[in-house]
């Protein structure tokens, strides 16, 4: 296990000694994020909206996405049957509502289809083509979101059953691309935001005052937080945007499922701000335990629903059910843990047992990488065949390494981050021993060494509301505008105490330079028996505000300690 101490990597390198201004801080801190120009500054800042984002600047062929209008104008004049094909993840689900939603004000013909994650797995296959073909006999085209760009042979399928097919999707392109009617792909945005500008532009050529695009710009910020893109250039549009659409929405859906997750709601207007948080922690995961323990498409009836009761009554089986793919991945952790402690891994960590829950392997994987700071490839062990989930560290690019393989997977895909792939049982050795002569060597110690990056060193006496202020026009902070963190060293502890259940947090009030701050360290409890009256640290940490009692205050979220 990476029990090794974070190493601090200091991103300004010069520092701030004493105080200094609001402006020169900001400065800083944007320009660790790359935004260094005017321009840039003030795209930052006030992003352009998604309805103004060009389709160059989104790596969108213009060619190609005017030929899908096409063939989607063709359909609806023709009333030809047409199928959105999805993915059962929160992108997936979003993608298909959004598209969904559009298409079906023109037409009626229109129908969403989410894979089963068990029976027919991730992405448009020839399994799939079939099903869809026996559903929907005259089906005459196929529009896949959030998937399809290494789908060759479904497309081919497809094709002999004089069916259509043009692909949406923002996954990484494979050797051959498919022979699609049209291929609409960009990994500049999420599989929703594609949805969304598909939309955007099916709007422009054939719906005359149409609300949804409104009303779907909060779905495309779900589906671009959940799926961890960076926020920042058109995810950040649609994350900012999205979230102010979110804070806004009448969906019975997602109102229904704030409620079920305990967000205080008045009437039918919500009492808490939306975040990325909120996101990536209660709805997300929500919508996400459908396709990992079911079937995903009461996920996608939530969302599409104008029906109170049926939102509510789906809210609480997503809540469910959620809560059990939170009792399964636990098990899967524990039980992995001690494989992987078994042995002493050169290269990526391989985990493989036929108790494991496909579901969730994706997850488990994830858990595993924060505990041993390597990548984790996890499968659920079948007695033929087995699926498998890879998630990666910062500098090992997981989809390369499985792709030089894949004379031994049966196909798969996905990110430099992660990825997903099934293979058979029996080759399941040689993949791990295939998997760490490709990735040994490209595992240096620079690489596995875990790395908590700070903005800036300063000191407390440039803490003040306004500066808590301009750092709130941050949000949506995420992958690539992270929330800012500081770093200020020989801080005096004035008092610390241990809080929450098993003593595992602390609660600190800090002196520097006169100034006095109150602090709270998250999973620090262990080292309260070090931690003395007048005792000085280093700490980095994020400035955040608590509230209590209506009364706000300024408060340190500690992120690490140095003693």
């Known amino acids: 296990m990476n029990n090794k101490e974070l190493e601090w990597e200091i991103l300004d390198k010069k520092g701030i000694k004493g105080t200094t201004g609001i402006k020169r801080i900001i400065d800083i801190l944007l320009n660790n994020r790359g935004v260094k120009t005017k321009k840039e500054k003030s795209e930052f800042f006030k992003p352009t909206k998604p309805q103004d984002?060009?389709?160059?600047?989104?790596?969108?062929?213009?060619?190609?996405?005017?030929?899908?209008?096409?063939?989607?104008?063709?359909?609806?004049?023709?009333?030809?049957?047409?199928?959105?094909?999805?993915?059962?993840?929160?992108?997936?689900?979003?993608?298909?509502?959004?598209?969904?939603?559009?298409?079906?004000?023109?037409?009626?013909?229109?129908?969403p289809y989410i894979p089963n994650r068990f029976e027919e797995g991730y992405g448009i296959n020839a399994k799939s083509i079939e099903n869809i073909k026996v559903q929907n006999p005259n089906v005459k085209l196929i529009m896949t979101v959030d998937n399809g760009i290494v789908a060759n042979k479904a497309v081919d399928a497809a094709y002999k059953l004089g069916i259509d097919v043009i692909i949406s999707d923002h996954h990484q392109i494979g050797r051959k691309l498919p022979k699609a009617?049209?291929?609409?792909?960009?990994?500049?945005?999420?599989?929703?935001?594609?949805?969304?500008?598909?939309?955007?532009?099916?709007?422009?050529?054939?719906?005359?005052?149409?609300?949804?695009?409104?009303?779907?710009?909060?779905?495309?910020?779900i589906g671009t937080i959940a799926d961890q893109l960076p926020i920042i250039g058109p995810n950040r549009s649609f994350a900012k945007y999205g979230l102010e659409a979110l804070n806004l929405t009448q969906r019975p859906g997602l109102l229904a499922l704030f409620e079920e997750a305990g967000l205080t709601l008045q009437g039918r207007t919500l009492q808490h701000v939306m975040g990325t948080y909120d996101v990536n922690f209660v709805i997300a995961p929500r919508i996400n335990a459908m396709g990992r323990m079911e079937h995903a498409i009461d996920s996608l009836r939530l969302l599409c629903t104008k029906n109170i009761e049926k939102a509510r009554e789906l809210a609480q089986i997503l809540g469910r059910t959620?809560?059990?793919?939170?009792?399964?991945?636990?098990?899967?952790?524990?039980?992995?843990?001690?494989?992987?402690?078994?042995?002493?891994?050169?290269?990526?960590?391989?985990?493989?047992?036929?108790?494991?829950?496909?579901?969730?392997?994706?997850?488990?994987?994830?858990?595993?990488?924060?505990?041993?700071?390597?990548?984790?490839?996890?499968?659920?062990?079948?007695?033929?065949?087995?699926k498998a989930s890879a998630r990666?560290?910062?500098?090992?690019?997981?989809?390369?390494?499985?792709?030089?393989?894949?004379?031994?997977?049966?196909?798969?895909?996905?990110?430099?981050?992660?990825?997903?792939?099934?293979?058979?049982?029996?080759?399941?050795?040689?993949?791990?021993?295939?998997?760490?002569?490709?990735?040994?060597?490209?595992?240096?110690e620079d690489i596995l060494t875990k790395r908590l990056k700070i903005d800036m060193e300063s000191e407390f006496e440039n803490i003040d509301s306004q500066l808590y202020e301009k750092l709130s026009e941050f949000e949506p902070t995420g992958i690539g505008n992270t929330t800012p963190v500081f770093i200020t060293r020989k801080v005096r502890i004035v008092d610390a105490r241990t809080v929450g259940?098993?003593?595992?947090?602390?609660?600190?009030t800090l002196e520097k330079g006169g100034r006095i701050l109150n602090?709270?360290?998250?999973?620090?409890?262990?080292?309260?028996?070090?931690?003395?009256?007048?005792?000085?640290?280093?700490?980095?940490?994020?400035?955040?505000?608590?509230?209590?009692?209506?009364n706000k205050s300024l408060q340190l979220k500690v992120k690490d300690i140095r003693i």
């Open 53 to 111: 984002l060009g389709i160059k600047e989104l790596g969108i062929s213009d060619e190609s996405l005017k030929k899908a209008i096409e063939r989607i104008k063709k359909a609806i004049k023709k009333d030809e049957e047409m199928v959105i094909y999805g993915d059962y993840d929160a992108d997936g689900i979003c993608a298909t509502a959004i598209l969904w939603e559009t298409l079906y004000s023109l037409t009626k013909n229109v129908k």
């Open 181 to 221: 009617y049209s291929i609409i792909h960009t990994d500049k945005i999420s599989g929703s935001g594609i949805a969304w500008i598909l939309s955007r532009e099916l709007n422009k050529k054939l719906i005359t005052n149409h609300q949804s695009l409104i009303t779907n710009l909060e779905l495309a910020a």
């Open 322 to 386: 959620n809560r059990e793919r939170q009792r399964v991945v636990d098990e899967v952790v524990l039980h992995a843990r001690e494989l992987a402690q078994k042995t002493t891994w050169k290269g990526a960590i391989v985990l493989a047992h036929e108790s494991y829950h496909e579901g969730v392997i994706g997850l488990a994987a994830s858990k595993l990488v924060e505990e041993f700071y390597r990548p984790v490839v996890v499968l659920s062990k079948g007695e033929k065949i087995s």
């Open 392 to 444: 990666s560290i910062t500098g090992f690019n997981i989809i390369e390494s499985i792709r030089k393989l894949d004379s031994i997977t049966l196909g798969g895909g996905g990110h430099p981050m992660a990825a997903g792939f099934s293979i058979e049982t029996v080759n399941i050795e040689l993949f791990t021993k295939k998997i760490e002569e490709v990735s040994a060597p490209l595992l240096t």
């Open 501 to 508: 259940r098993d003593a595992k947090h602390l609660r600190l």
């Open 519 to 550: 602090a709270i360290a998250f999973g620090k409890g262990e080292i309260f028996p070090k931690l003395s009256p007048n005792k000085k640290i280093d700490m980095a940490y994020n400035i955040t505000a608590d509230t209590w009692n209506g």
